[in-house]
Structures are given as C-alpha cells and as structure tokens.
C-alpha cells in the first residue's frame, strides 16, 4: 500500500491525484435543434446563404444537432427580429442579418435594436447591382439613365420607370433615393418581400429595373434574361465575369457605394460559452471549400469578423444607415 505522508511532497502529489479522478467538463455544444431565422422571404440572398450554412453543416457534421431554417419575412424583417428577441437566454436561436438590421427599427419605429441581440460573427458583405432586362436595349447604365429620364418605359403609365426593390425602406430603396437624388430622376419605386422574387420580376419584364444583390441574379444573368450594368462600390469586382461591370462612379460620374452586412447573431443573453461555440462553427463554416466557392460565385467580399470589431462595424454602420435614411426622408417621424 501507497502511504501519503504530510509533507509538501505528499500533499502535492494527493492533489495530482484528486485532480485525475475529477472528471472535465465538456465544453458546451447544441443539444436540440438549433432554429436560424431568416428575416427576409425565400430566394434572396440572406435566404441562400442561411441554407448554405445548414446545408454545408449537414454535410461536414459540424454540429451535433440539425439546423432548422425558418423564414420570418414580415414586416420587413421585423417579425423575424421580434422573434428573436423573445428568446432572451436561449443558446439554439440565431438570426442571420441584413442591413434591414438597421433600417426596420429605424424606419418603422418598431421595438426592437441590434442591442437586443448577442452579436456572434460577421461573414461577408454584400454588394449591388444595377440590373435591367436583357431583352432592353439599354447597353449601359448611361442609357438607361437617360430612358429614365426621359420618361421612355412607354407601356407604363406616364413612361415613369418602376425600380423592384427588397421591402419599403430597405437598402434597395435607399441606393434607389441616392440615385435619384444624384441625377435628378424619378422612378416608381416597388417594394417585394425578397431578391428572388425581385429579380424573378425583373425577369418577367413586371420592373423595369433592380438593384439586386450579385447572388440574387446571378443564375439570371447566366441564362441570359438579365443585365448587370454598374456595380454600387468604390472599385469592380475582380471575380471572373464581373470584372467587366464598371461601377458607377465609371458608368455615370456619381460616387454611389455601399456595401450589406451578412452576419449572425444569437438570442439575447446567449451564454458566452454558447457564443464562444456558434463562432467557431461559424468559422468551420467559413473556411470550407462550398463556403468560399459560394463568395466567388455571388462576388461576396469576405469579411470574417467576431468581437470587437464586429460591434465597432455594426456601431458604425446603423450610424451611417441613420444619416443615408435621414437624408432620403425614410426615418420614422
């Protein structure tokens, strides 16, 4: 028999000893279904990459438990929000976000602020498009332009050209406001619960015009049915075929940019160890091969962020999203 004797020696290696037989606890991880809201309709680009994620998920067994995808599209987003926010403390919620982040609460007065929620990870941005109907004779965004201004969309009444847009207020109708005030034009503009059905329209000649995210026409445009005539940011996408597309600064003299977030946040509350968890399976997500074919394909620009400088962003912009709303009349009064 081994006897421990009180000495410095002895006590220390009982103590190596209690600590051996003390089991470790597991790191946390999911343990029913986690529920991933969408706050955008099917087909869009929020829509996409949420089942991206879950599919990918699926795929490489990154987590333990399904991911179950749930759109709550009303309200321009607000329903999914609201939703979300009743779930205070609750580790299997996320809501994966747009810019309707900031512009919901900020155009409708509803209650509800990115504050509410727990800020998980920030994956990419995304940018837009100044698409028209490929069967249109308009070339360029100069061309277009100048049919808008001249009132040329002839089978409309008045000829006053209709831009599809995601949502009233949303960030389709204030690119289309700064565009507007620019150039001095007018367009009819037509809200539509998501980008798909934006550029479905588009397709079905029912707009005249959109100013869709890349991923939300891209299918599109490579069956020939629409034509992407300006990109809205400071330099063009260097990916493949959407090099050719100047932005519009090139095509019509104007410094029109901007860029949408695609990120994730928790529940609010979650706890900081299921926080810790969703970033680095977000991160997985992130470095696999399908995620990143995907950024390429929809000319997403990759911006992984956590933390710090994923507040600092969010902080920014809902500040920015604040001044570009104020200025094209779209705060709530």
């Not at 990870?121 to 004779?137: G, H, K």
Request: aromatic share 8%; proline share 6%; net charge positive.
């Amino acid at each position: 028999m081994t006897h421990l004797t009180r000495t410095p020696l002895g006590w220390l290696t009982l103590l190596v000893l209690l600590v051996a037989a003390t089991p470790v606890q597991a790191a946390w991880e999911p343990t029913k279904p986690i529920e991933f809201v969408i706050p955008a309709g099917t087909g869009g680009g929020a829509d996409q990459m949420a089942r991206l994620i879950a599919g990918i998920a699926e795929k490489h067994k990154l987590t333990p438990r399904p991911i179950i995808v749930v759109n709550k599209a009303g309200g321009a987003g607000a329903e999914g929000f609201l939703h979300v926010k009743g779930k205070k403390g609750d580790a299997h919620t996320i809501i994966i976000t747009l810019s309707n982040l900031f512009t919901t609460p900020l155009h409708t007065g509803v209650p509800f602020s990115w504050h509410d929620l727990t800020p998980i990870a920030r994956l990419a941005l995304d940018q837009f498009i100044l698409w028209v109907n490929a069967e249109t004779p308009y070339k360029t965004a100069r061309e277009y332009i100048n049919a808008v201004k001249g009132k040329q969309c002839k089978e409309r009444e008045g000829g006053q050209c209709i831009m599809g847009g995601t949502g009233s207020a949303q960030e389709d109708q204030i690119i289309t406001i700064q565009l507007e005030q620019a150039l001095g034009l007018k367009f009819t503009y037509v809200p539509f619960k998501g980008g798909g059905e934006v550029c479905v329209n588009l397709v079905g000649k029912h707009v005249d015009s959109t100013v869709n995210n890349p991923i939300e026409c891209v299918s599109h445009w490579r069956a020939g049915r629409v034509r992407p005539l300006a990109v809205f940011d400071t330099a063009r996408i260097p990916e493949a075929d959407w090099k050719d597309i100047p932005t519009v600064k090139e095509a019509l003299g104007v410094d029109i940019h901007y860029l949408m977030l695609r990120g994730i946040f928790g529940a609010p509350d979650m706890p900081k160890e299921a926080v810790e968890w969703y970033v680095g399976f977000l991160k997985k997500i992130y470095d696999t091969p399908d995620f990143k074919d995907y950024l390429k394909q929809g000319a997403l620009k990759p911006a992984f962020a956590t933390g710090a400088e994923y507040v600092k962003w969010v902080e920014e912009n809902e500040k920015l999203h604040r001044e570009l709303m104020a200025k094209g009349g779209l705060l709530k009064k």
